[in-house]
Antibody, heavy 117, light 108 residues
Framework: EVQLVESGGDLVQPGGPLRLSCAAYQFIFPDYWMSWVRQAPGKGLEWVASINEDGTEKYYVDSVKGRFSISRDNADHSVSLQINNVRDEDTAVYYC??????????WGQGTLVTVSS | SYEVTQPPSVSVSPGQTATITCSGQSLGDKYVSWYQQQPGQSPVLVLYRDTERPSGIPQRFYGSNSGNTATLTISGAHTTDEADYFCQAWDSSTALVVFGGGTKLTVL
């Protein structure tokens, strides 16, 4: 079964770092762009970052530029999101998603990041 | 920054046609996708590239995109279609992505 499994969500203090990981199963991982999308409690979806097939192109929503970093390991079939200097507004469920034909066709179950002192 | 706008809510009776709009400047020049999210679950792709359905999505879901408005239409809405729906635009020239705020569809 094609699947994405996120991990790393946690309760983190403002200003701290956090690294989210996503493992991909049952598809040719190096053939696809990958992205992260987040959803604050009770709110809508927000695209956060995308990375191309070989990791040479990375794109971010303006609100996270300079603090978030997306990366991938094609040998390990994984994608990561490094979050630095976390803020209250980063509290959300973070979804790892596969990109296909400019749409997000496969979603993980999400991992919850809670920012609180 | 680019934005797309959806109505917060749409209500229809079972069997009626539900129409959800997504508006943005020159949206017809971009690819639009639509996602269904049931409470407590991850979103599911229901339309991509304006009009294409992934495998497993019923034919009653269809879409259009022209000018400044993209539309998701659900013909003969079922009570199981009750969910939040999000449009998403992909700007091919920048690879930046934006979601609409979401529309809560009530089928009652």
């Amino acid at each position: 079964e094609v699947q994405l499994v996120e991990s790393g969500g946690d309760l983190v203090q403002p200003g701290g770092p956090l690294r989210l990981s996503c493992a991909a199963y049952q598809f040719i991982f190096p053939d696809y762009w990958m992205s992260w999308v987040r959803q604050a409690p009770g709110k809508g979806l927000e695209w956060v970052a995308s990375i191309n097939e070989d990791g040479t192109e990375k794109y971010y929503v303006d609100s996270v530029k300079g603090r978030f970093s997306i990366s991938r390991d094609n040998a390990d079939h994984s994608v990561s999101l490094q979050i630095n200097n976390v803020r209250d507004e980063d509290t959300a469920v973070y979804y790892c998603v596969r990109v296909h034909r400019r749409a997000f066709d496969i979603w993980g179950q999400g991992t919850l990041v809670t920012v609180s002192s | 920054s680019y934005e797309v706008t959806q109505p917060p809510s749409v209500s229809v009776s079972p069997g009626q046609t539900a129409t959800i709009t997504c508006s943005g400047q020159s949206l017809g020049d971009k690819y639009v996708s639509w996602y269904q999210q049931q409470p407590g679950q991850s979103p599911v792709l229901v339309l991509y590239r304006d009009t294409e359905r992934p495998s497993g999505i019923p034919q009653r879901f269809y879409g259009s995109n022209s000018g400044n408005t993209a539309t998701l239409t659900i013909s003969g809405a079922h009570t199981t279609d009750e969910a939040d729906y999000f449009c998403q635009a992909w700007d091919s020239s920048t690879a930046l992505v934006v979601f609409g705020g979401g529309t809560k569809l009530t089928v009652l």
